[in-house]
Nanobody, 126 residues
């Protein structure tokens, strides 16, 4: 059983930065395609970034491209989301997710992911 635990969320002023972490346990982390999603109150869960097994390939939602960076450290079984130039519309609960043994480098559909963390809240105020 794979367990994912996010951390690093918080309250930040617009224009600021946060770095989220997601620590994985169970299974073989380096074989998982990883993703970050977010969900704001009253809205559907939204894709943020997909990260390939090695971390060499990433794919971003247009809304975060150029501001957010997804990465991973397979030696530490951890995936990261560096968020810069934050905007109030980035306010949401952020979730990491894992797709084990996927064929593609990333997936944008939340239904492709098997395992999910509990989420960490990010609130951006102006």
């Amino acid at each position: 059983q794979v367990r994912l635990v996010e951390s690093g969320g918080g309250l930040v002023q617009a224009g600021g930065s946060l770095r989220l972490s997601c620590a994985a346990s169970g299974g073989t982390f380096s074989s998982y395609v990883m993703g970050w999603f977010r969900q704001a109150p009253g809205k559907e869960r939204e894709f943020v970034v997909g990260i390939s097994r090695s971390g060499s390939n990433t794919y971003y939602a247009d809304s975060v491209k150029g501001r957010f960076t997804g990465s991973r450290d397979n030696a530490k079984n951890t995936v990261y989301l560096q968020m810069n130039s934050l905007k109030p519309e980035d306010t949401a609960a952020y979730y990491c997710a894992a797709h084990p043994n996927g064929y593609y480098n990333y997936y944008t559909d939340s239904r492709e992911y098997y395992y999910w963390g509990q989420g960490t809240q990010v609130t951006v105020f102006s």
